[in-house]
């Protein structure tokens, strides 16, 4: 049951979906609308990188302004479509749906990656501070074993670069993280967004790069609709110049400098609309 407060959801995306979220979060607050001002923010995978980055301290412009330099330090990658139909074939198999994702987390630990050390040493250079915020924040992953959902937060005792890379770790292309002697692969096996995470807030923002899901119980709008029928919200994805910037790759850093300028451009239509569920 809802009860009162503001919560911002970031969805996954990739490398491009960092740059999307952060263009439009930075346009948002030239508008005056601050989403960092949420009372609890709800990270997965790329938006689990936004969501460390805002809480940080950094300022949006400063945030905004790194998305527009070059992309050093990053891993470029592909989902081929080999892997992409092995990963939906995978999910779709009828059945439970933690058994699911328990059978991409298997096929995830015997993948053939970058080794795990050096994904990690990318996320950790991705946030300006490896200190978990004071602001609620919520970083969504999957056991790589049991297909579980695992929701990391400050209380959890694990370190911030760690829940992050867990979050980012998507299966067949990067390492699963190691956390507590277990292995952990992307939240975004679970949900694009995990939206349903939102539960105790009253108004909900989504900024989702990625809208589609594989099973009903992960789209947005159904996980909206379980937090009750008096939450207010509005889903925020990319819009036909955005997804143009984006391109076909959402893990090609090449493309991140556009995807955060159409964030950025973008926001300015979308201003009545947050507002309206924000103010």
Same mark, same amino acid.
């Given at each position: 049951?809802?009860?009162?407060?503001?919560?911002?959801?970031?969805?996954?995306?990739?490398?491009?979906?960092?740059?999307?979220?952060?263009?439009?979060?930075?346009?948002?607050?030239?508008?005056?609308? %601050?989403?960092?001002?949420?009372?609890?923010?709800?990270?997965?995978?790329?938006?689990?990188?936004?969501?460390?980055?805002?809480?940080?301290?950094?300022s949006l412009?400063?945030?905004?302004?790194?998305? $527009?330099?070059?992309?050093?330090? %990053?891993?470029?990658?592909?989902?081929?479509?080999?892997?992409?139909?092995?990963?939906?074939?995978?999910?779709? *198999?009828?059945?439970? %749906?933690?058994?699911?994702?328990?059978?991409?987390?298997?096929?995830?630990?015997?993948?053939?990656?970058? =080794?795990?050390?050096?994904?990690?040493?990318?996320?950790?250079?991705?946030?300006?501070?490896? %200190?978990?915020?004071?602001?609620?924040?919520?970083?969504? /992953?999957?056991?790589?074993?049991?297909?579980?959902?695992?929701?990391?937060?400050?209380?959890?005792?694990?370190?911030?670069?760690?829940?992050?890379?867990? /979050?980012?770790a998507v299966p067949?292309? *990067? =390492?699963?993280?190691?956390?507590?002697?277990?292995?952990?692969?992307?939240?975004?096996?679970? /949900?694009?967004?995990?939206?349903?995470?939102?539960?105790?807030?009253?108004?909900?923002?989504?900024?989702? =790069?990625?809208?589609?899901? $594989?099973?009903?119980?992960?789209?947005?709008?159904?996980?909206?609709? /379980?937090?009750?029928?008096?939450?207010?919200?509005?889903?925020?994805?990319?819009?036909?110049?955005?997804?143009?910037?984006?391109?076909?790759?959402?893990?090609? =850093?090449?493309?991140?400098?556009?995807?955060?300028?159409?964030?950025?451009?973008?926001?300015?239509?979308?201003?009545?609309?947050?507002?309206?569920? *924000?103010?």
């Amino acid at each position: 049951m809802a009860t009162s407060g503001r919560a911002l959801v970031l969805g996954g995306g990739g490398v491009t979906g960092i740059a999307w979220e952060t263009g439009m979060l930075a346009g948002l607050a030239a508008a005056g609308i %601050e989403l960092t001002s949420a009372d609890l923010v709800v990270g997965t995978s790329a938006g689990s990188v936004v969501g460390a980055q805002i809480l940080s301290g950094a300022s949006l412009a400063d945030l905004y302004a790194a998305q $527009l330099t070059d992309a050093t330090g %990053e891993i470029a990658a592909r989902m081929g479509a080999t892997t992409m139909l092995r990963f939906v074939a995978t999910l779709l *198999w009828p059945g439970d %749906e933690q058994h699911a994702r328990a059978r991409i987390g298997r096929a995830a630990l015997k993948a053939r990656t970058v =080794p795990e050390a050096e994904r990690r040493a990318v996320i950790e250079r991705r946030l300006p501070s490896a %200190e978990w915020p004071e602001r609620r924040l919520l970083i969504a /992953s999957v056991d790589a074993l049991t297909g579980e959902l695992r929701i990391f937060d400050r209380s959890s005792g694990v370190p911030l670069p760690d829940a992050v890379a867990a /979050s980012c770790a998507v299966p067949l292309v *990067w =390492p699963p993280i190691t956390i507590d002697g277990r292995r952990y692969i992307d939240g975004g096996v679970r /949900s694009a967004t995990n939206a349903d995470l939102a539960a105790g807030c009253d108004r909900v923002v989504v900024l989702a =790069p990625i809208t589609y899901a $594989l099973r009903r119980s992960g789209s947005i709008r159904n996980q909206l609709a /379980s937090l009750g029928p008096s939450i207010r919200s509005v889903v925020i994805s990319p819009d036909a110049a955005a997804r143009k910037a984006i391109g076909s790759n959402v893990l090609d =850093p090449a493309h991140r400098v556009m995807s955060a300028r159409a964030g950025h451009a973008q926001s300015a239509g979308v201003i009545d609309s947050v507002a309206a569920v *924000w103010s």
